[in-house]
C-alpha cells in the first residue's frame, strides 16, 4: 500500500526532523550541487564557515556580499539589488517595473526580461540578483513597493514568479525573491526609519506586524513562493516586517516549517538590510545570512556590530547554536551556488555600486583594498528590443469610444502634462529616484536603476509625428492653464499624461512615505485632464503609476476618448507607448488589479497611523483582496481585474473540460523521510539534535507536495478575431470553488497572437492545487470536489467579461446530473451556447 505523502510526514514528526536535506529527485541537480558544497564547507575552520553567513556590509554591491577566503582560493560572492535591473552600476539597462510585466500577461516576456536582469547581473560579476518580488502582493493598493512586485491576484503573481525565477537563473544568476513573507506597506516597517528619519510620532518599538490566518496565508501570501521554489530558486530575502507578531528573519513557521519544510526550498535565506533582530533565534529560526551583516539600522547600535559574526562563532562555541546549523547554513549558499555553476568561469566582479570612479576601496565602510573596482562593461546588448516590447505589449488601453486610437495622421497634436517630457534634473536627478519630477517611468528605492538613457513620451511623439507631417505642441507645466487652453483647442488629439509614484518607505516624496497618500493623479492631473477634455473632443489620457489610480472626475467625459494605464515601463518609454498609441502594436495588457470608484471600494488599506508601539495590520478580510472582495461584496469598479481593450474584438466558442487520466505521481519514500534525521553535514560537527529543543519541523517535499504540480484538468476553447487588425488576446480562467473562497479566482490564461478572421485553440491546465484548498486541520491541500463541491467554470476576457461557463462535477457524480447545472445565459455572456465534456476518470486519493 503506497500511504499518502502527508501521513509519511507526519510519521516522521516524531523524529528530531529539523534539518532539511537536499532534494533532487526531479529537479535538476540540487543533490551534485549539495555534495560539491559539503565538500566545500567541510574543509573550513568555525570562522571561515562563520565569515561566510556574514555579510561585509553595504560595500561594493547592495546585496549580500561575504569576504573573500584566500586560504582555500574562493573570491566570495555579492549580490546587487533589483527587479528592474543592475542597481547602481553604469552601462546596464532600466528595465520595466514588475507590474508591467504583469500587465502583459505573457509568460514569454516575463521570462525574457528576467533573463536580461540575470545576464546583466552576471557580466557585472554579481552572483546574484536580489529579484524578483512577490512581497508586497498587493494587499493595499497604496502600498509603496507594490510596482515591484507583479499583481494582488496569487495565480497571476505565482506564474510570474516562477517565470522571473527560471529566467533570472536560467541567465546564471541566483534569483534571490523577496520579500519573504507579509511584507505589505512602508509605513513602520523599520524602527529607526520610522521614528528617526522619516516621522516624529508615534515612537514604535517594534516594525509592524501583519496577522494572518493559516488559510490566508496559504491560499494568498504564500502561494506564489511555491512556484518560485518549483523552479529551483536559490535565495530568499526574509522582511522587515513581523508575522504574527514574531520577525520575519527569525520565524521557525514562515522559515523553516513552510518555505524549507512544506515548500522544500533548497537555497539560502538573507536578511534584507536591518532585518534581523537577533543572533541565536534567526540562526535558529532558519536564516542563513545576514545580508549586510551588520545590525544596523534597527539593530543595538548601528555600524560594525552584528548579531553574527563573532558572535555567532560565539554561539556556536558556548552551544547555543549547534554547529551542523552553521553548516547548514553555508552549505545552502554554496549548493545555489554550484547549483547556477558558478564555480564555472563566472565573471569578477567588476562594478561598484553608486560609485562610477574607476578605482576605489572594495570594502568602503572599512576603507580596505585600493583597487581597480569599475571595469565600466556595457553589458546591455540589445536588450533595449525587450524593454520596448513589454512596454507596448504591457499598456493597457481602457478606453476608446470614436475611434480614436490608433492615431491616423492627425494634423496637428497637442502633447499636455509634466509626465510627458524629461526630469529637468536629467533621468538619474533624483536620488534613487525619489522624485516626481518629469515622467514618470520607474518608482522609487531598491526597485530603481540607473537609466542609460530615458525615452520620454514627447520625445518618441514628435519622432514619430515627423513621418506625418503632424504638428507637434506641447505644455509640460500642469500649472500653465492659458498655454494648456490655447494648445488644447488648437489640436485634433490631445495627449495628457498624468502621473503618481511611490517607492521604498527610507525615502518620502511630498509628503508620501513610500505608501502613496491618497490613489489620485499628483499635480493636479484631474484638473489638467478636465480642462483639456472641455477644449479637445479627442482626449487621449497616458497613466504612468505604480498602481490603480480613481479616474471619476474625467472617465466618463465624452470628449475623454481614449485611457492608456502605461504602469511603469523603464528606459523605453516613450518608444512602447508610440508603438501602440500608433497602431504598429496592437494593445493587449490587461490590468493585473481592479480600478475602483473610489479608495474604499478595495476593502484594505495601508494603516497609516500607528495603533500602538507594535502596529498591527490584522489581514481580517482573509481571501478577500481586490476583485475577490469587489466581487464578494457586488461593488461594480471601474475597470474589473483582467480588463483590457484592442483594436480588434475576440469571440469564444466551444468549452470543453476533460479530467487528465491520473498518472502516479511518487510519493516520498521512507528513507527519505529519514534523511532529515540526520543533521550531520561534516563528520567533525556531528552532533546530537536532540540536545537542541528550538521548534522547528521541516519535512521533505518538492515545491509543495509533488501531487499539488499534477495536471488534473484540462479545459479549451476556442478563440476567433473577429476584427479586421491582428491582436493578441489574453483568455482568461476563473474557478469558484466554493468552500468561502472567494466568487472567481483566476486559475489560468493564455495569450495568443490571432490574424484577423483566424481562430486559436486555447488551452488552460488546472493543477490538483488550483482546485484545492487548504485545510488547517489536516495540514494539506484538498480538492474540492472531494469535498462534494462542484466546481463553477468561467472563461472569458475577464474577470467579468465571462463569456462561456461550465462545471466540473465533485467526485461520484455522473456527467449527465452537471450539464443540467450549467447556466444557458448570464448578463455579460455571449450566446454561446456553452458545453461542457466530461470524461469523469478517478483521480488519485489524497
Ligand atoms: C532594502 C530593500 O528592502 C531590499 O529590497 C533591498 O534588496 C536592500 N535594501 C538592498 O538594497
Given at each position: 500500500?503506497?500511504?499518502?505523502?502527508?501521513?509519511?510526514?507526519?510519521?516522521?514528526?516524531?523524529?528530531?526532523?529539523?534539518?532539511?536535506?537536499?532534494?533532487?529527485?526531479?529537479?535538476?541537480?540540487?543533490?551534485?550541487?549539495?555534495?560539491?558544497?559539503?565538500?566545500?564547507?567541510?574543509?573550513?575552520?568555525?570562522?571561515?564557515?562563520?565569515?561566510?553567513?556574514?555579510?561585509?556590509?553595504?560595500?561594493?554591491?547592495?546585496?549580500?556580499?561575504?569576504?573573500?577566503?584566500?586560504?582555500?582560493?574562493?573570491?566570495?560572492?555579492?549580490?546587487?539589488?533589483?527587479?528592474?535591473?543592475?542597481?547602481?552600476?553604469?552601462?546596464?539597462?532600466?528595465?520595466?517595473?514588475?507590474?508591467?510585466?504583469?500587465?502583459?500577461?505573457?509568460?514569454?516576456?516575463?521570462?525574457?526580461?528576467?533573463?536580461?536582469?540575470?545576464?546583466?547581473?552576471?557580466?557585472?560579476?554579481?552572483?546574484?540578483?536580489?529579484?524578483?518580488?512577490?512581497?508586497?502582493?498587493?494587499?493595499?493598493?497604496?502600498?509603496?513597493?507594490?510596482?515591484?512586485?507583479?499583481?494582488?491576484?496569487?495565480?497571476?503573481?505565482?506564474?510570474?514568479?516562477?517565470?522571473?525565477?527560471?529566467?533570472?537563473?536560467?541567465?546564471?544568476?541566483?534569483?534571490?525573491?523577496?520579500?519573504?513573507?507579509?511584507?505589505?506597506?512602508?509605513?513602520?516597517?523599520?524602527?529607526?526609519?520610522?521614528?528617526?528619519?522619516?516621522?516624529?510620532?508615534?515612537?514604535?518599538?517594534?516594525?509592524?506586524?501583519?496577522?494572518?490566518?493559516?488559510?490566508?496565508?496559504?491560499?494568498?501570501?504564500?502561494?506564489?513562493?511555491?512556484?518560485?521554489?518549483?523552479?529551483?530558486?536559490?535565495?530568499?530575502?526574509?522582511?522587515?516586517?513581523?508575522?504574527?507578531?514574531?520577525?520575519?528573519?527569525?520565524?521557525?513557521?514562515?522559515?523553516?516549517?513552510?518555505?524549507?519544510?512544506?515548500?522544500?526550498?533548497?537555497?539560502?535565506?538573507?536578511?534584507?538590510?536591518?532585518?534581523?533582530?537577533?543572533?541565536?533565534?534567526?540562526?535558529?529560526?532558519?536564516?542563513?545570512?545576514?545580508?549586510?551583516?551588520?545590525?544596523?539600522?534597527?539593530?543595538?547600535?548601528?555600524?560594525?556590530?552584528?548579531?553574527?559574526?563573532?558572535?555567532?562563532?560565539?554561539?556556536?562555541?558556548?552551544?547555543?547554536?549547534?554547529?551542523?546549523?552553521?553548516?547548514?547554513?553555508?552549505?545552502?549558499?554554496?549548493?545555489?551556488?554550484?547549483?547556477?555553476?558558478?564555480?564555472?568561469?563566472?565573471?569578477?566582479?567588476?562594478?561598484?555600486?553608486?560609485?562610477?570612479?574607476?578605482?576605489?576601496?572594495?570594502?568602503?565602510?572599512?576603507?580596505?583594498g585600493w583597487r581597480k573596482i569599475n571595469l565600466h562593461l556595457d553589458v546591455r546588448d540589445n536588450h533595449a528590443e525587450t524593454i520596448r516590447k513589454v512596454g507596448s505589449n504591457s499598456a493597457v488601453l481602457l478606453k476608446n469610444s470614436k475611434n480614436t486610437l490608433p492615431l491616423k495622421k492627425p494634423?496637428?497634436?497637442?502633447?499636455?502634462?509634466?509626465?510627458?517630457?524629461?526630469?529637468?534634473?536629467?533621468?538619474?536627478?533624483?536620488?534613487?529616484?525619489?522624485?516626481?519630477?518629469?515622467?514618470?517611468?520607474?518608482?522609487?528605492?531598491?526597485?530603481?536603476?540607473?537609466?542609460?538613457?530615458?525615452?520620454?513620451?514627447?520625445?518618441?511623439?514628435?519622432?514619430?509625428?515627423?513621418?506625418?507631417?503632424?504638428?507637434?505642441?506641447?505644455?509640460?507645466?500642469?500649472?500653465?492653464?492659458?498655454?494648456?487652453?490655447?494648445?488644447?483647442?488648437?489640436?485634433?488629439?490631445?495627449?495628457?499624461?498624468?502621473?503618481?509614484?511611490?517607492?521604498?518607505?527610507?525615502?518620502?516624496?511630498?509628503?508620501?512615505?513610500?505608501?502613496?497618500?491618497?490613489?489620485?493623479?499628483?499635480?493636479?492631473?484631474?484638473?489638467?485632464?478636465?480642462?483639456?477634455?472641455?477644449?479637445?473632443?479627442?482626449?487621449?489620457?497616458?497613466?504612468?503609476?505604480?498602481?490603480?489610480?480613481?479616474?471619476?472626475?474625467?472617465?466618463?467625459?465624452?470628449?475623454?476618448?481614449?485611457?492608456?494605464?502605461?504602469?511603469?515601463?523603464?528606459?523605453?518609454?516613450?518608444?512602447?507607448?508610440?508603438?501602440?498609441?500608433?497602431?504598429?502594436?496592437?494593445?493587449?495588457?490587461?490590468?493585473?488589479?481592479?480600478?475602483?470608484?473610489?479608495?474604499?471600494?478595495?476593502?484594505?488599506?495601508?494603516?497609516?497611523?500607528?495603533?500602538?508601539?507594535?502596529?498591527?495590520?490584522?489581514?481580517?478580510?482573509?481571501?478577500?483582496?481586490?476583485?475577490?472582495?469587489?466581487?464578494?461584496?457586488?461593488?461594480?469598479?471601474?475597470?474589473?481585474?483582467?480588463?483590457?481593450?484592442?483594436?480588434?474584438?475576440?469571440?469564444?466558442?466551444?468549452?470543453?473540460?476533460?479530467?487528465?487520466?491520473?498518472?502516479?505521481?511518487?510519493?516520498?519514500?521512507?528513507?527519505?523521510?529519514?534523511?532529515?534525521?540526520?543533521?550531520?553535514?561534516?563528520?567533525?560537527?556531528?552532533?546530537?539534535?536532540?540536545?537542541?529543543?528550538?521548534?522547528?519541523r521541516c519535512t521533505p517535499t518538492r515545491g509543495g507536495d509533488p501531487k499539488l504540480w499534477d495536471v488534473v484538468y484540462r479545459v479549451r476553447t476556442t478563440v476567433t478575431n473577429t476584427g479586421s487588425v491582428a491582436g493578441q488576446e489574453v483568455a482568461q480562467l476563473y474557478l469558484d470553488l466554493g468552500?468561502?473562497?472567494?466568487?472567481?479566482?483566476?486559475?489560468?490564461?493564455?495569450?495568443?497572437?490571432?490574424?484577423?478572421?483566424?481562430?486559436?485553440?486555447?488551452?488552460?491546465?488546472?493543477?490538483?492545487?488550483?482546485?484545492?484548498?487548504?485545510?488547517?486541520?489536516?495540514?494539506?491541500?484538498?480538492?474540492?470536489?472531494?469535498?462534494?463541491?462542484?466546481?463553477?467554470?468561467?472563461?472569458?476576457?475577464?474577470?467579468?467579461?465571462?463569456?462561456?461557463?461550465?462545471?466540473?462535477?465533485?467526485?461520484?457524480?455522473?456527467?449527465?446530473?452537471?450539464?443540467?447545472?450549467?447556466?444557458?445565459?448570464?448578463?455579460?455572456?455571449?450566446?454561446?451556447?456553452?458545453?461542457?465534456?466530461?470524461?469523469?476518470?478517478?483521480?488519485?486519493?489524497?
Amino acid at each position: 500500500m503506497i500511504l499518502p505523502t502527508w501521513l509519511l510526514l507526519l510519521s516522521g514528526t516524531a523524529l528530531a526532523d529539523y534539518y532539511n536535506p537536499p532534494i533532487s529527485d526531479g529537479y535538476g541537480n540540487w543533490s551534485a550541487a549539495y555534495e560539491k558544497a559539503r565538500h566545500f564547507v567541510c574543509q573550513l575552520t568555525l570562522t571561515e564557515k562563520v565569515n561566510f553567513t556574514t555579510g561585509v556590509g553595504t560595500g561594493q554591491t547592495v546585496g549580500y556580499s561575504n569576504s573573500i577566503i584566500p586560504r582555500i582560493g574562493f573570491r566570495g560572492l555579492a549580490g546587487d539589488d533589483g527587479p528592474t535591473g543592475v542597481r547602481g552600476a553604469d552601462y546596464t539597462s532600466a528595465l520595466a517595473s514588475g507590474m508591467n510585466l504583469a500587465m502583459t500577461w505573457d509568460r514569454q516576456l516575463i521570462y525574457e526580461q528576467n533573463y536580461i536582469n540575470g545576464a546583466e547581473h552576471k557580466a557585472k560579476g554579481a552572483n546574484s540578483v536580489a529579484a524578483p518580488v512577490v512581497g508586497p502582493l498587493g494587499h493595499a493598493p497604496a502600498g509603496g513597493r507594490n510596482f515591484e512586485g507583479f499583481s494582488p491576484d496569487p495565480y497571476l503573481s505565482g506564474i510570474a514568479f516562477g517565470e522571473a525565477v527560471r529566467g533570472t537563473q536560467d541567465a546564471g544568476a541566483i534569483a534571490e525573491g523577496k520579500h519573504y513573507l507579509l511584507y505589505e506597506q512602508e509605513h513602520f516597517r523599520e524602527i529607526v526609519e520610522w521614528n528617526v528619519w522619516l516621522a516624529e510620532e508615534p515612537n514604535i518599538t517594534d516594525p509592524y506586524s501583519s496577522n494572518v490566518d493559516d488559510r490566508t496565508l496559504h491560499e494568498l501570501y504564500l502561494w506564489p513562493w511555491y512556484d518560485g521554489v518549483k523552479n529551483h530558486m536559490g535565495a530568499v530575502m526574509c522582511s522587515y516586517n513581523q508575522a504574527n507578531n514574531t520577525h520575519a528573519c527569525e520565524s521557525d513557521r514562515l522559515l523553516n516549517q513552510l518555505l524549507k519544510g512544506e515548500l522544500g526550498f533548497q537555497g539560502y535565506v538573507s536578511s534584507d538590510d536591518g532585518s534581523q533582530f537577533s543572533g541565536v533565534a534567526s540562526a535558529l529560526g532558519g536564516m542563513d545570512v545576514t545580508g549586510p551583516g551588520e545590525t544596523s539600522p534597527n539593530g543595538i547600535s548601528g555600524l560594525g556590530e552584528s548579531y553574527w559574526g563573532p558572535n555567532l562563532t560565539l554561539a556556536v562555541l558556548n552551544g547555543s547554536v549547534p554547529e551542523w546549523r552553521l553548516d547548514d547554513m553555508v552549505t545552502r549558499v554554496m549548493a545555489s551556488y554550484y547549483y547556477l555553476g558558478q564555480d564555472k568561469d563566472y565573471p569578477e566582479l567588476n562594478f561598484a555600486s553608486g560609485n562610477f570612479d574607476t578605482y576605489g576601496y572594495e570594502y568602503p565602510e572599512a576603507e580596505l583594498g585600493w583597487r581597480k573596482i569599475n571595469l565600466h562593461l556595457d553589458v546591455r546588448d540589445n536588450h533595449a528590443e525587450t524593454i520596448r516590447k513589454v512596454g507596448s505589449n504591457s499598456a493597457v488601453l481602457l478606453k476608446n469610444s470614436k475611434n480614436t486610437l490608433p492615431l491616423k495622421k492627425p494634423k496637428q497634436i497637442a502633447v499636455i502634462g509634466e509626465d510627458a517630457g524629461p526630469n529637468k534634473y536629467g533621468p538619474n536627478g533624483c536620488s534613487d529616484r525619489a522624485c516626481n519630477e518629469g515622467t514618470m517611468a520607474m518608482g522609487w528605492g531598491s526597485g530603481s536603476t540607473n537609466f542609460p538613457y530615458l525615452v520620454d513620451p514627447l520625445s518618441a511623439i514628435q519622432q514619430r509625428a515627423l513621418k506625418d507631417r503632424t504638428v507637434v505642441q506641447y505644455v509640460l507645466d500642469n500649472w500653465a492653464k492659458d498655454q494648456i487652453g490655447d494648445v488644447s483647442w488648437q489640436a485634433e488629439v490631445c495627449l495628457t499624461f498624468v502621473s503618481a509614484i511611490s517607492g521604498e518607505g527610507y525615502l518620502e516624496v511630498d509628503n508620501n512615505f513610500g505608501d502613496r497618500n491618497n490613489l489620485t493623479a499628483w499635480k493636479d492631473g484631474d484638473a489638467v485632464v478636465k480642462q483639456v477634455a472641455a477644449n479637445c473632443s479627442e482626449t487621449v489620457v497616458v497613466i504612468h503609476a505604480p498602481g490603480p489610480i480613481l479616474m471619476e472626475e474625467w472617465i466618463d467625459l465624452p470628449n475623454v476618448t481614449a485611457v492608456i494605464f502605461a504602469g511603469l515601463p523603464g528606459q523605453e518609454s516613450g518608444n512602447g507607448l508610440v508603438d501602440v498609441l500608433y497602431g504598429d502594436v496592437n494593445p493587449s495588457g490587461k490590468l493585473p488589479w481592479s480600478v475602483g470608484r473610489k479608495r474604499e471600494d478595495y476593502g484594505t488599506d495601508v494603516l497609516y497611523k500607528a495603533n500602538g508601539p507594535v502596529p498591527q495590520l490584522d489581514f481580517s478580510e482573509g481571501l478577500f483582496i481586490d476583485y475577490r472582495y469587489v466581487d464578494k461584496n457586488n461593488i461594480k469598479p471601474r475597470f474589473e481585474f483582467g480588463f483590457g481593450l484592442s483594436y480588434t474584438t475576440f469571440d469564444y466558442h466551444g468549452l470543453r473540460i476533460n479530467a487528465v487520466p491520473a498518472v502516479p505521481t511518487a510519493s516520498i519514500s521512507p528513507s527519505q523521510a529519514m534523511r532529515t534525521t540526520n543533521p550531520s553535514i561534516c563528520p567533525h560537527t556531528s552532533l546530537n539534535p536532540s540536545d537542541y529543543t528550538f521548534p522547528t519541523r521541516c519535512t521533505p517535499t518538492r515545491g509543495g507536495d509533488p501531487k499539488l504540480w499534477d495536471v488534473v484538468y484540462r479545459v479549451r476553447t476556442t478563440v476567433t478575431n473577429t476584427g479586421s487588425v491582428a491582436g493578441q488576446e489574453v483568455a482568461q480562467l476563473y474557478l469558484d470553488l466554493g468552500n468561502g473562497t472567494p466568487p472567481r479566482q483566476l486559475r489560468g490564461f493564455q495569450k495568443v497572437m490571432i490574424q484577423p478572421g483566424e481562430h486559436k485553440e486555447v488551452e488552460f491546465e488546472l493543477r490538483r492545487r488550483d482546485v484545492s484548498i487548504w485545510d488547517v486541520v489536516k495540514q494539506q491541500w484538498v480538492e474540492v470536489t472531494k469535498l462534494g463541491t462542484d466546481i463553477k467554470v468561467f472563461v472569458g476576457s475577464s474577470s467579468r467579461d465571462v463569456k462561456l461557463r461550465g462545471v466540473i462535477p465533485a467526485t461520484g457524480k455522473a456527467p449527465s446530473m452537471i450539464s443540467s447545472m450549467v447556466p444557458s445565459s448570464s448578463s455579460r455572456m455571449s450566446s454561446v451556447v456553452p458545453s461542457s465534456r466530461f470524461k469523469v476518470t478517478p483521480t488519485p486519493t489524497h
